[in-house]
């Protein structure tokens, strides 16, 4: 069943991670975030549309394109409601078949005849989600609303439909005698998984009842995102004197003050309040009283204060109903029914992560407190620095400590060298591929690129498309998806993207990128081959087709490449005259972005705690106060430093109330600490050979989801993973 049709909330680069499509997580992410999360109540189909479709529908067949590659030429947004009726129809139709076959179930006429259905709205789901991200307009955004709920209803017709999980049932309690390869015991065990998790095995009232609860939550979790919208415009801070400003860029200033007149508020100054607890503009204010307004603008949202707008109801009521489908599902809490199919497995595994980086991290806080006290002082204040003082001294210390500037590097990082004497070089290096590039095939931005992969042999792997550069039409952040999964049972070869937000360079100039998004160009690359190398025979197990707490892994896992001394020397080299990166400039610009990584830790543990801690709750346990909830978890774990607070408060963490991340916000950590060690681990066993490339790409990045992620890990290290190597990565430890 090959039709992950469903995006949860596409996230930007957070921080230190990027995120990756829904879509090519795979199917049980799909069914993990539309029942585990917010799904909405089942409709049934509405079959009469059917009628009206276009026959032309280039999604109604498959692409004659080398590779399936989509035909962006002839795909008009007017194709994609009508392919997704008729798709969602097509797939209803094959399931039915499936489930009321004569001939009692066997692996191949259920399991495989699932994992070939629903053709059409496999296509079209991966072009109209890739457009969504990389290149939106009011079309697709409306039609995105408008199928959303659709999608829901159309899985849940699927995975509670009886006469259909009998038979897959039956093999699962067949399974000790059914001869399966193990890629076979996988599909097996996750299929059977995906329907027991969305609650076929309850009685009818059950099932009522959570279905009551999946409609519900998705009534807040909307209710949630539309008020923490209004409160954050709602909280921007409006300054009457430029004066104050003191320490803002002229364009910052200038971009305040269009701000404000934009609210109708000419001659004066509006301060945005963007996303995390932590404000960018935190960085250069000098006025230390308005530094203190923008912060509490910024930690105090949602909690009642602006207009009555209070989030707070809703995280009670939301983590309540979490907690009470789960009781239903037999699990004692949210976290424990999320995590089971996870690679941490429990709640209790992943709050261990956290909590034994704890030390080390507050360790650091304390050294970096110091430094920023010492800054301090030279203005004449004394005392702890406040939350709102942080980011200012940070920037200071920083600044004076490392005398890093970074428009002196980017010279260094042109695009065009960092992609091909970087980026494929590394990926050559490690695993023989060459990047072609083709330009016969039609893209949906004339900025896009497409490359063929070729493997040692000669032989085809694949297709990469880049769409490197920013503009409006695209979500912020940085990510992978996939277009085509590779599968042997349906004779594909992948189709990946990497999806960045480079600014555009003017007309005729290089484009100049800075560390970070370099990085960032190894780490999607990262995902891509983790797409790229899949070698399975079902599509559900395809590819990045893993858990959320493993699919940052290997893409992680490349970021640290680009830092590599010999491969700087290939590639950073000055546009202009040629020079390789000085090594005193890259110490600096890599001490430097070491630095604050005690606060940066801190502040995502608390949060990642604070989600794991709402989430292992019973219906019973769950308070009735958010704040103090907050602050008691908080203590309990020694992470209540006023100084250092949570990246996200409950009041505002759409990642977990409304994002689709509920008692899953550790993962990245989790993926990191599995990308540092293997990393450390590659380093020690020669490091840029084919060797360990081979090894990587046999044991990991070819598995997809066909073997258990532990189990991949361990093949390639030789055993479990460990957090020494993350503690160095992040500058915790020397
Ligand atoms: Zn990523």
């Keep these: 069943m090959n039709r992950k049709v469903r995006r949860g909330t596409r996230l930007g680069r957070v921080g230190f991670v990027c995120a990756i499509g829904v879509q090519a997580l795979g199917v049980s992410q799909l069914s993990l975030s539309l029942r ?43 194709h994609f409601a009508n392919a997704f009726d ?21 692996f191949e006429n259920t399991l495989v005849a699932m994992e070939k259905s629903g053709e059409i709205l496999t296509r079209v789901a991966a072009v109209f989600f890739n457009l969504a991200g990389a290149h939106t307009n009011d079309a697709i955004q409306e039609i995105e609303r408008d199928v959303a709920p659709k999608l829901a209803s159309h899985s849940d017709d699927i995975y509670l439909n009886k006469p259909l999980f009998a038979r897959v049932e039956r093999l699962w309690n067949q399974r000790g005698e059914l001869k399966l390869s193990e890629e076979q015991q996988r599909l097996l065990k996750k299929t059977y998984e995906d329907f027991v998790r969305a609650g076929a095995k309850l009685s009818e009232s059950q099932q009522v009842e959570v279905r009551a609860i999946n409609e519900r939550i998705s009534t807040l979790t909307t209710q949630f995102q539309n008020q923490l919208l209004a409160v954050t415009k709602e909280r921007a801070v409006l300054v009457d004197d430029i004066a104050e400003l003191s320490g803002m860029s002229d364009g910052e200033i200038a971009a305040a003050k269009q701000a404000a007149s934009a609210r109708g508020q000419d001659g004066k100054y509006l301060l945005a309040i963007t996303n995390t607890t932590r404000q960018p503009v935190l960085t250069s204010l000098k006025n230390r009283e308005l530094r203190r307004r923008v912060w509490l603008a910024s930690a105090n949202r949602a909690l009642g204060e602006n207009a009555g707008i209070d989030n707070q109801p809703i995280v009670l009521e939301l983590a309540k109903l979490r907690a009470r489908r789960a009781q239903l599902l037999g699990y004692s809490d949210h976290a424990s029914f999320t995590l089971e199919n996870q690679m941490a497995g429990t709640p209790k595994a992943a709050m261990k992560m956290l909590q034994d980086l704890v030390p080390g991290v507050l360790e650091k806080v304390k050294s970096e407190t110091a430094s920023i006290t010492e800054a301090m002082q030279e203005d004449g204040l004394t005392g702890p620095p406040e939350a709102w003082d942080w980011e200012y001294y940070a920037e200071k210390v920083r600044a004076k400590k490392y005398q890093v500037d970074e428009s002196a590097i980017k010279p260094y990082f042109e695009l065009e060298s960092v992609l091909k004497n970087g980026v494929f070089y590394t990926y050559n290096k490690l695993y023989g591929i060459d990047f072609k590039e083709r330009t016969d095939l039609p893209v949906w931005h004339p900025t896009v690129r497409v490359f063929d992969v070729v493997g ?12 490197y550069f920013q503009r409006d039409s695209k979500r912020g952040g940085a990510w992978m998806d996939s277009l085509v999964s590779q599968s042997r049972l349906l004779h594909q070869l992948p189709v990946v993207i990497n999806v960045m937000n480079i600014p555009s360079p003017a007309q005729g100039e290089p484009a100049l990128m800075s560390l970070d998004h370099v990085q960032t160009m190894f780490h999607e690359l990262g995902h891509g081959v983790h797409g790229l190398f899949s070698s399975v025979e079902y599509p559900s197990l395809s590819g990045t087709s893993v858990p959320r707490d493993y699919v940052e892994f290997p893409s992680t896992f490349h970021e640290d490449w680009a830092i590599e001394p010999d491969i700087l020397a290939n590639y950073a080299r000055h546009y202009q005259t040629g020079e390789v990166l000085p090594k005193d400039l890259l110490d600096k610009a890599i001490a430097a972005s070491k630095f604050n990584k005690g606060f940066d830790s801190l502040e995502y543990l608390s949060a990642a705690l604070l989600d794991l801690g709402w989430h292992s709750l019973s219906p019973e346990q769950v308070p009735g106060d958010v704040v103090g909830f907050e602050k008691q978890l908080l203590a309990k774990f020694g992470v209540d430093l006023s100084a250092v607070p949570p990246r996200y408060r409950s009041s505002y963490f759409a990642h977990v109330w409304s994002g689709g991340y509920s008692a899953g916000y550790y993962a990245y950590l989790w993926s990191e600490v599995l990308a540092a ?37 361990i093949d390639f290290r030789g055993r479990e993973p460990g957090v020494e190597a993350l503690l160095i990565r992040r500058g915790l430890k020397d």
Excluded at 91 to 96: G, H, V
């Design 677 to 713: 060690d293997a990393y450390a681990y590659m380093k020690e066993s020669g490091g840029l050979t084919s060797a360990n490339g081979s090894k990587f790409r046999q044991q990991v990045l070819s598995r997809g989801g066909s073997r258990e992620v532990m189990q991949q890990y």
């Design 36 to 78: 585990a999360q917010d799904a909405p109540l089942a409709r049934s189909t509405d079959n009469s549309r059917i009628k009206t479709m276009n026959q032309d529908n280039p999604f109604f067949s498959a692409s004659k394109l080398p590779f399936q590659a989509p035909d962006f030429a002839s795909i008009k947004p007017e």
């Design 456 to 467: 040692q042999d000669g032989k085809p792997i694949g297709l990469f498309y880049a769409d």
């Design 86 to 106: 008729a798709g969602m129809a097509q797939q209803l139709e094959q399931i039915r078949s499936i489930a009321l076959e004569q001939d009692p179930p066997s």
